[in-house]
Every structure is written in C-alpha cells, then in structure tokens.
C-alpha cells in the first residue's frame, strides 16, 4: 500500500541551528501539505503546496521557515535558526488533485534544546 | 487559528460502549472530515461528509452533519480497545482544498 515517506524520524538539534524535513508523497497526488502539531493539540498547516506551487503559506513563519517543492514531487521543510518554540511533530500529508481525503506521513519529531 | 473545536477534550468509557464526539466549526464549508491519530503518529483518514449531507456511516462509525449549527458529531459504536486515540474533524471550504483540523478529542477505552 503507497504511503507517505517522512524523513528523520525524530530529530534533537540546539537552537541557532538549522534542520531540515524531507516529505516524499504519495506518487501522483498532486496536493501536499506541510503541518506542525503541538503535543496536546490539533495539525496546524504551515504551507499546502499545488505541484511545485505554493498555494497557501499564510501560517508559515517566513523570517525562519522556507518550504520547496520543486519538482513537483518531494518536498522539503527548513527551519533556520531554529528556536526552543519549534519543538513539536512536522506532520506531511498529500492528496490527489480534487479531494480533500488527506494521506499523512508518520511525522518528525523535532526537540530543540 | 483551528477552524474546529471538538467537545469533549478527553472522555473515558468502557469497552463495549459507544463514544459519541462532537466538532463545532465558524465558516461555511465544502467537506468534513474526522480522522484518528494513535500515540506519536500520523493521522488516518476516517471518513468525510460532504455539506450536502447529513448522515453517514462507515463499519462502526457514524457521522452525522448539522450545517445550520455548523456542527458534526462522530460515534463509534461497540467501542474496543484498539479505539482508544486522538480523533480529529477537519474542514475545507475553499477551491484549494485547504484542510484545517480542530483541537481534538482524546478518547480512552478502558478493558
């Protein structure tokens, strides 16, 4: 069964530093999402891309966040510097073009210390 | 901003219960959904009622969709212990297919 390949796992790195999330979607899903979710809370979406064009990154915090997808395939989430308030599961997700049924990668687990 | 809330935040039942969970949303919308998220992973997709209707069912679950409230609920009947989670609903209402999801319930069932 396709799934959605998240890369690492888990991930410590200190603050000032910088780290990156890997997404490769489901193939042929047009839609991906990038969502960070707070422990005890629901997904935030961060940025949803349409192909390799973003078409939402209303609640991405530009100044350290950058998302790309430039094939229009995988994706890649980067944070730079990364801050104590970033700790929290980087969840990716996609879905074909029309439907709205989302397929969720088993998520990044980022600690900042 | 979560366009949904879910009430209530954490209910404990039974096994052999049903579990009913219910979402509040502000905007109108296209699509609602509910998904389950276990322990540290990623969520899975369980069903989704379009605006158009009221009432769905799948297996053990059944969503109903109040638009005029602006409202869902989701029951899981005959509850097991492989139920318990987190269960979200999350909402679309534009072309782009923009999903937001609520603040979720954390549901326990206890053997």
């Known amino acids: 069964e396709a799934e959605v390949a998240q890369s690492p796992r888990y991930k410590i790195t200190e603050k000032s530093q910088a780290v990156a999330f890997w997404c490769d979607p489901i193939?042929?899903?047009?839609?991906l999402y990038w969502y960070r979710q707070i422990l005890g809370q629901g997904p935030e979406l961060l940025v949803q891309?349409?192909?390799?064009?973003?078409?939402?990154d209303s609640q991405l915090p530009k100044d350290r966040f950058s998302a790309e997808r430039l094939k229009g395939v995988d994706s890649t989430l980067k944070i730079q510097p990364a801050e104590l308030g970033d700790s929290a599961m980087y969840l990716c997700?996609?879905?074909?073009?029309?439907?709205?049924?989302?397929?969720f990668g088993q998520g990044t687990r980022l600690t900042v210390v | 901003s979560q366009q949904g809330e879910e009430d209530p935040q954490a209910l404990s039942i039974q096994e052999g219960e049903n579990a009913t969970m219910n979402c509040s949303y502000k905007?109108?919308?296209?699509?609602l959904q509910w998904y389950r998220q276990n322990s540290g992973r990623g969520l899975v997709h369980l069903i989704l009622?379009?605006?158009?209707?009221r009432e769905k069912h799948s297996g053990r679950l059944r969503v109903t969709l109040d638009t005029s409230k602006k409202s869902s609920s989701l029951l899981i009947t005959a509850s097991r212990a492989a139920d318990t989670a987190s269960y979200f609903c999350?909402?679309?209402?534009?072309?782009?297919?923009?999903?937001?999801f609520g603040s979720g319930t954390r549901l326990s069932i206890r053997p």
């Open positions: 997700a996609s879905s074909t073009q029309g439907r709205t049924e989302a397929f």
């Open positions: 999350a909402t679309d209402w534009n072309s782009a297919s923009k999903i937001i």
């Open positions: 193939s042929g899903h047009a839609t």
């Open positions: 905007t109108s919308i296209n699509n």
């Open positions: 009622i379009r605006s158009n209707e």
């Open positions: 891309f349409q192909d390799e064009s973003v078409v939402d």
